[in-house]
């Protein structure tokens, strides 16, 4: 029996208003767009580019200073991406959204539950250094000066300021038993805290190591699957080693290996319940030969490779 036709669209969600570094809202911008959907076509997918989003023109950088007065700017730019996000899905599309700071994840997630009427029925994993679980209130003790990207998993789980955790309607989006976060090996206490409390799986980047990327991988996609109307994968780019993936936006020593990621997601897309991907935190202006934008292109044609 062929394997369905899959359709993609890619989203370009242009917006650093999430961190105090901003230049991640230049990665759309840097991608190869014609190359990436002639490879996705070469696949069989029906590709469309859709992208970026114009959300860096909202406002300007230097007299936004503070997180406190980007809040309206990147709430503007959620909003919009809940909204492509929603409209792919509900149109049998598969969204790939390229980012942008990972506060992205409030948009992106938000979209899919939505579209899908699946609150507390959706499974996600997260491949990341960081834990992204910080609140408003806890943000402040954050490494990266607690800007919004440190919040989205909170947000998404009804928690923290009621203008992220609203972006498509009032309801907690996830359930904490249908997250798995991997690769993490950066956090703060109160992050660790809140994911101890509402028992979040975290595989620590020394648990994969030992234990091999795929044996966590396909527990994930288990407990991502198990009860849930889809499940989707999120990816921070600075969740690989920093040698393979040098243009990030909040760099950490060591991670994951992209050689050994890279056929565990293979396919990944053709499951049935797959509905989204999320690459975030590409800052183009920390890339060497072009490494991290090449490495973005494998990551999307691994997912989307025929089985």
């Not at 069989?44 to 007299?63: M, N, Q, S, T, Y």
């Not at 992220?164 to 976060?181: D, E, F, V, W, Y």
């Not at 994968?233 to 600075?238: E, G, R, Y």
Request: net charge negative; aromatic share 8%; glycine share 10%.
């Amino acid at each position: 029996m062929p394997e369905q036709r899959l359709k993609t669209e890619i989203i370009g969600y242009d917006s650093g208003w999430g961190c105090h570094d901003y230049h991640c809202e230049d990665g759309p911008a840097a991608i190869q767009a014609e190359r990436l959907l002639h490879k996705l076509r070469h696949l069989g997918v029906d590709a469309k580019w859709r992208g970026p989003l114009g959300i860096k023109f909202l406002g300007k950088h230097d007299p936004l200073d503070t997180k406190e007065k980007t809040l309206p700017l990147l709430t503007e730019g959620l909003k919009r991406l809940f909204n492509h996000v929603k409209h792919a899905i509900e149109n049998k599309c598969i969204p790939v959204i390229i980012g942008g700071d990972h506060s992205s994840a409030i948009g992106t997630w938000s979209g899919a539950v939505v579209a899908l009427g699946a609150q507390e029925k959706f499974g996600l994993i997260w491949l990341d250094a960081h834990m992204d679980a910080h609140t408003y209130e806890t943000s402040r003790h954050g490494k990266w000066g607690g800007w919004w990207h440190g919040q989205p998993v909170t947000a998404l789980m009804g928690h923290g300021l009621p203008e992220l955790r609203n972006i498509g309607g009032a309801a907690q989006k996830l359930s904490p038993q249908h997250i798995s976060m991997i690769g993490i090996h950066s956090f703060e206490p109160e992050e660790d805290a809140f994911v101890k409390k509402h028992n979040i799986k975290v595989y620590s980047l020394e648990e994969v190591t030992r234990r091999s990327f795929k044996a966590v991988y396909l527990e994930s996609v288990q407990r991502a699957t198990e009860g849930t109307s889809g499940f989707g994968l999120s990816i921070d780019l600075d969740c690989f080693d920093p040698h393979d993936v040098p243009g990030v936006g909040t760099p950490e020593e060591a991670g994951l290996s992209a050689a050994e990621v890279l056929p565990i997601i293979r396919s990944a897309a053709r499951h049935p319940l797959f509905k989204a991907l999320e690459i975030a935190e590409f800052n183009p202006h920390k890339d060497k030969d072009g490494k991290t934008c090449l490495l973005i292109e494998k990551i999307i044609e691994n997912v989307f490779a025929k089985s």
